[in-house]
C-alpha cells in the first residue's frame, strides 16, 4: 500500500503568528479562465526578533505567482522561495508592504475551494483554506485584517459585483469592463472572505434593527430563481428579531446579502456580510418544496446569521475550536427553530439526527472530540461530531446554569471577547463564571470522544417511603482513548406513580418537596439518589427532553413504557417511551427471523399503534413523529452485527401489518388530514400533511391496488411538493405499473428544475425494490446526472449508500463496489466531496465477515491510489 506523506496538525503545537496583517487590498480582474490578483498586504512582525528574525511564510495552493514587490520594490529571487504550498520571504523588516501578484483558473476549480465558477457566475469558498488558493496570504483564523477589495469584470457578462462590507464606488472602465471597490470595516480572518460577480437577479428586503437602524437585505439569484425567494427572505427577517430578543444582538453592517449558487460543497457559509449559500436552501416555492425544505432553508438561513455574532464578532483562534462558533451556533439555530415552529417536534428531530448520525461516528474508527487533538485535513472535521454533539455541549451548559446564568454567560463572552479570534476554554469561562459554577470537569465534553451509557437501576423501600435511583455512567473506548474520565452529565427526571400522576420531588436532607422535574448532576462514575416521601414504587421519567448526549439503559417493561407514552409531562419522553417499545418489538423479530421461525407482530403492538393514531387530542405533527418507526440505520446500531436484511424485513413486516390491519383507521386518519385549503408553507398544517404522508405509506406497504389508487390519486391531484413528493416516494418503493408511469411524469415536469431533480434521483436510490442497484448505474449515465455537482452526487451516490442500507450491503459486494468507483472518480474532482462519501465505509467493522471483507477490500483499493486527496486519504487510513 502506499504511503502518504500527508501531515498531521496538533492542536499542542500552537504558537501564534510571527507576523500579523493589518491591512489587505485586493484587486481582482475577474475571468473565468484566468484570474489575476493583486494583493498588497500591511505586515508587522509579530515574534521577538532580538532571538533572530523569522521569515515570513504565507500559505499558498494552485497559484502562479507572477510578482513580488516588497515595499515596491520587486524581491530578487534569493530573497524568497515558492514551495509546496508555502512561499517564505526572508528576513522582511519589522514592518513593511507586500504586494503579491498571482493568477487562478475559476473555471478549472472543481473542487469549489477558493475562487471557482458556478453556472453563469464565479463565487467564492474559503472555510476553512480556500482564501489561500486565491492570494498568497497567512491564512489562519487568528490572522485578523481589515479588507478593501476592488473587483473588475465584463459588464455584459458580470453585471454585478459584490465583496464582503460596504459598497465605496463603482464605475465604468474601457472594453466594455466595469468595476466596483467594497470596504469591510470589521477586522476578520480570512476565512469569511468573499466575491461574487455575475449575472444575478436582486430581491431586495429591509430590516429595522432594535436601535432603529435600517439594514439593507439582498437576495441574490439567477433571474429564473427571481419568484422563489420569499421564504429565504422572510426567514432572514425572523432571525434578525430573534437574535435581537433572545440574545439582544444586533445586525452591525448596513446591508446583509445573501447569494444562491448551485455549485456548493456544504449548506451555506456566514462570509461578513455576503453569505454564499447553496441554493437547497435558499429557494423555495410550494409547486417545488416540501415543507421539510422550507424548514431547512428557514434553519440555514438562520444559522449563517447567527454566525455573525458567533463566529464573526467573535471567531476561532484555530480550527481545534471550530466547535466555539459551530456547536453554539447549531444551539442557536435550533432554539431559533423551536421557537419558530413546534418545540418538542424540533427537539425529536434533532435527537433523531444525533443519533443516526453522530452516535455512529462517535462508535467508530472516526470518532473525535467535540475539541479534536488533531487533523490531517481540517475539512473532514466539518462533522456530526463538532457541530450536533457540540451543540448538545452548549444546550448542557443552559440545563446546568438555567437560562438566565446562560443569557449572562452569553453577553460575558460577548462582552469580553467581542472582536477577537479565541478558544472553547474562553467560551466556557465567561459560562463559570456568570454561573459561579467549577465547569473544570465539564469541558472532558470537549476533549473527550464517544458516546457516554448511562445504566441506571432502582430501588424502593416501602417501609421509609424511599426510592433511590443509581446512576452508572461509562464510556467506551474510542481511537486514542482507551480510558475516560467521568464526565459531568445534566440528568433531568421526574418520577410518575401507577396512576401517572407526577410526583414533587424531595432528595433526602430537603426541607420540603420541590419541583416535578429536576436535573440531576452526575460527576461520578457511580451515584446514588435518595427520594423521600414516595408512596409507591415509581416510574422514573428519564433524560427529559434529552438533557445529553448519552444512551441510557433502564430495564423498562412494557407496562412502564405505556404509562411514560400516555403520562408523561415531558413530550420527548413520551415519544421515547414509543420508540423503545418499537427498537424492542422489531429486534424481536429480527431474533425471529435470523432463527428462521415465523415471526409475527404480537396484537398489544398493533392495539397501542391504533389508540394513538386515533388519538384526537395530539398535535399532528407530534403523532406524526411518534407513529414513524425507527429507521433501519438506527435499528442497525442496536446490533452487535449489523444484518441489513434482516432489519429491513422485521421493519417492513410491522408496517405491513400495521398497514392491513389498521387499514380503516389508516384511511380515517388520512382524510382528517385532507386539505380544506389551498396550500401555504406557513398555514399550520405540515404536522397534518406529514401525517397524511405518513399513513398513506403504512397503506401502501401490503402494496395493495386500493393503495396504489389512493397513492396515484394523491400524486396526480397535489397542489404542492410535500403532497406530490409524498405519493411518489411510496410509488417509487412500489414494484407496480403506475410506478414508472409516475416517475416518468415527474421528471418531464420537472426537468428544468435542478432541485426538484436532484429529488428525483434520490428517490430511485433510496428505493427498496431489488433493481435499484441497477438503476443507480444507468442513472449515473443519464444526462442531467453530473459528477462535479455536488448536489447531484449528494441525491445520487450519497442517497443510496447513505439512506438505503439493505440495497447498498447487498451481499455480493456490488454496491461496494460501485461507491468505491464514485470515490476514486471524486478523489481527481472534489476531495471534499469525496470523503463524504466514505462515510459508509468507515461502519466496516459493524458487519459479518463476508461483508467486512468486501468493504476492506474497497478501502485498500482506495488507499492504492497514488494521487490521494489528502482529505480521502485521512479518512480512509483511519477506517481500516
Ligand atoms: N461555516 C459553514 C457553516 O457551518 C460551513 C462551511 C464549511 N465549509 C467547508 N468546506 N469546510 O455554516
Ligand atoms: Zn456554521
Known amino acids: 500500500m502506499h504511503t502518504c ?11 501564534a503568528p510571527d507576523y500579523l496583517v493589518e491591512t489587505v487590498e485586493l484587486s481582482f480582474d475577474l475571468d473565468p479562465d484566468l484570474t489575476r490578483v493583486v494583493s498588497r498586504l500591511k505586515i508587522r512582525s509579530n515574534h521577538d526578533r532580538a532571538g533572530g528574525v523569522r521569515p515570513l511564510v504565507l500559505d499558498g495552493e494552485e497559484l502562479t505567482l507572477v510578482s513580488l514587490k516588497l515595499d515596491g520594490v520587486e524581491l530578487e529571487p534569493y530573497r524568497y522561495q515558492a514551495g509546496e504550498g508555502t512561499l517564505t520571504v526572508n528576513d522582511p523588516p519589522e514592518s513593511f508592504v507586500l504586494e503579491v501578484t498571482t493568477e487562478i483558473s475559476p473555471k478549472a476549480n472543481t473542487a469549489l475551494s477558493g475562487l471557482y465558477a458556478s453556472g453563469p457566475m464565479l463565487c467564492t469558498q474559503c472555510e476553512a483554506e480556500g482564501f489561500r488558493r486565491i492570494t498568497y496570504f497567512t491564512d489562519r483564523p487568528d490572522v485578523m485584517a481589515v479588507y478593501t477589495v476592488t473587483l473588475r469584470a465584463d459588464k455584459s457578462s458580470c453585471p454585478v459585483l459584490l465583496a464582503n462590507g460596504n459598497l465605496v464606488e463603482k464605475g465604468d472602465l474601457p472594453d466594455g469592463r466595469h468595476f466596483a471597490t467594497w470596504h469591510d470595516p470589521f477586522k476578520k480572518p480570512s476565512y469569511l472572505f468573499a466575491v461574487v460577480a455575475g449575472d444575478l437577479a ?158 455512529p461516528e462517535d462508535a467508530g474508527p472516526l470518532a473525535h472530540p467535540v475539541r479534536p487533538d488533531s487533523y490531517v485535513e481540517i475539512n473532514n472535521f466539518y462533522s456530526m461530531t463538532v457541530y450536533h454533539k457540540g451543540g448538545e455541549v452548549i444546550r448542557m451548559l443552559q440545563t446546568l446554569l438555567g437560562r438566565e446564568a446562560f443569557r449572562a454567560g452569553m453577553d460575558l463572552y460577548f462582552e469580553r471577547h467581542d472582536g477577537q479570534a479565541v478558544r472553547v476554554d474562553e467560551f466556557v469561562q465567561a459560562m463559570a463564571d456568570a454561573g459561579k459554577r467549577d465547569l473544570s470537569q465539564f469541558m472532558r465534553w470537549y476533549n473527550q470522544s464517544g458516546t457516554p451509557v448511562l445504566t441506571v437501576s432502582d430501588d424502593f423501600e416501602p417501609a421509609s417511603g424511599v426510592y433511590t435511583l443509581t446512576v452508572t455512567q461509562s464510556c467506551p473506548p474510542t481511537p486514542g482513548q482507551p480510558e475516560k474520565e467521568p464526565f459531568h452529565i445534566p440528568l433531568a427526571m421526574g418520577l410518575l406513580d401507577r396512576q401517572g400522576r407526577e410526583l414533587p420531588l424531595q432528595l433526602e436532607g430537603e426541607k420540603s418537596p420541590g419541583a416535578t422535574t429536576r436535573v440531576l448532576e452526575l460527576r461520578q462514575e457511580t451515584q446514588s439518589f435518595r427520594f423521600t416521601g414516595v408512596g409507591s414504587k415509581p416510574v422514573p421519567s428519564l433524560l427529559r427532553n434529552f438533557s445529553a448526549p448519552v444512551k441510557l439503559v433502564y430495564p423498562y417493561s412494557e407496562d412502564d413504557l405505556t404509562l411514560l407514552m400516555t403520562s408523561d409531562s415531558d413530550p420527548f419522553v413520551r415519544w421515547e417511551a414509543g420508540q423503545v417499545q418499537a427498537v424492542q418489538l422489531i429486534m424481536g423479530l429480527v431474533r425471529e427471523i435470523q432463527a428462521e421461525r415465523a415471526p409475527a407482530v404480537p396484537e398489544t403492538f398493533i392495539r397501542s399503534f391504533a389508540t394513538l393514531l386515533t388519538d384526537k387530542r395530539q398535535d399532528r405533527a407530534f403523532l406524526a413523529e411518534a407513529l414513524t418507526l425507527p429507521t433501519e440505520s438506527y435499528l442497525a446500531e442496536q446490533m452487535e452485527v449489523i444484518d441489513p436484511a434482516a432489519i429491513r424485513e422485521a421493519r417492513e413486516l410491522v408496517r405491513t401489518t400495521v398497514g392491513e390491519r389498521l387499514r380503516e383507521e389508516l384511511v380515517a386518519a388520512r382524510e382528517a388530514c385532507a386539505p380544506k385549503s389551498p396550500y401555504h408553507p406557513d398555514d399550520g398544517l405540515a404536522g397534518c400533511r406529514r401525517l397524511k404522508n405518513l399513513c398513506l405509506s403504512y397503506l401502501m406497504a401490503p402494496g395493495s391496488r386500493e393503495a396504489v389508487g389512493m397513492a396515484m390519486e394523491q400524486f396526480r391531484g397535489a397542489d404542492n411538493m410535500t403532497d406530490s413528493l409524498g405519493a411518489l416516494a411510496t410509488l417509487a418503493g412500489c414494484d407496480c405499473p403506475e410506478r414508472d408511469e409516475a416517475l416518468e411524469a415527474f421528471y418531464r415536469k420537472w426537468r428544468d428544475d435542478r432541485g426538484v431533480i436532484d429529488k428525483w434521483f434520490s428517490l430511485q436510490a433510496t428505493s427498496r425494490l431489488p433493481q435499484t442497484l441497477d438503476r443507480v448505474l444507468e442513472l449515473l449515465e443519464h444526462p442531467d446526472f453530473d459528477i462535479r455537482n455536488p448536489n447531484r452526487v449528494r441525491s445520487l451516490v450519497g442517497a443510496f449508500s447513505q439512506a438505503n442500507q439493505v440495497r447498498f450491503h447487498d451481499a455480493e459486494g456490488r454496491g461496494y463496489r460501485f461507491l468505491g468507483d464514485q470515490i476514486l472518480r471524486l478523489n481527481g474532482i472534489n476531495p471534499q466531496i469525496a470523503a463524504r462519501m466514505l462515510t459508509p465505509f468507515s461502519r466496516w467493522r459493524r458487519f459479518d465477515a463476508g461483508r467486512q471483507e468486501l468493504m476492506k477490500k474497497e478501502l485498500e483499493r482506495i488507499l492504492a491510489e497514488p494521487d490521494l486527496a489528502r482529505d480521502v486519504y485521512e479518512l480512509a487510513a483511519k477506517s481500516l
Open 202 to 359: 436582486h430581491i431586495p428586503g429591509s430590516f429595522t434593527t432594535m436601535s432603529g437602524r435600517q439594514v439593507n437585505l439582498e437576495i441574490y439569484v439567477e433571474e429564473k430563481n427571481r419568484g422563489k425567494c420569499d421564504h429565504a427572505l422572510r426567514s432572514l427577517i425572523e432571525a434578525m428579531r430573534w437574535d435581537e430578543e433572545q440574545f439582544g444582538r444586533e445586525y452591525d453592517l448596513d446591508t446583509y446579502m445573501v447569494v444562491a449558487v448551485d455549485d456548493f460543497n456544504m449548506g451555506a457559509m456566514e462570509n461578513k456580510g455576503l453569505n454564499v449559500f447553496n441554493s437547497r436552501y435558499v429557494l423555495a416555492s410550494p409547486e417545488t418544496a416540501t415543507d421539510d425544505d422550507y424548514q431547512a432553508i428557514e434553519e440555514v438561513i438562520g444559522h449563517e446569521y447567527f454566525h455573525n455574532w458567533t463566529g464573526n464578532r467573535i471567531t476561532c483562534r484555530d480550527w481545534f475550536q471550530l466547535s466555539l462558533k459551530e456547536g453554539l451556533t447549531i444551539f442557536r439555530d435550533q432554539e431559533f427553530s423551536a421557537d419558530m415552529q413546534s418545540r418538542p417536534v424540533k427537539r425529536i428531530a434533532d435527537v433523531r439526527l444525533l443519533r443516526s448520525s453522530q452516535f
Open 5 to 15: 506523506q500527508h501531515q498531521t496538525v496538533y492542536q499542542k503545537d500552537y504558537a
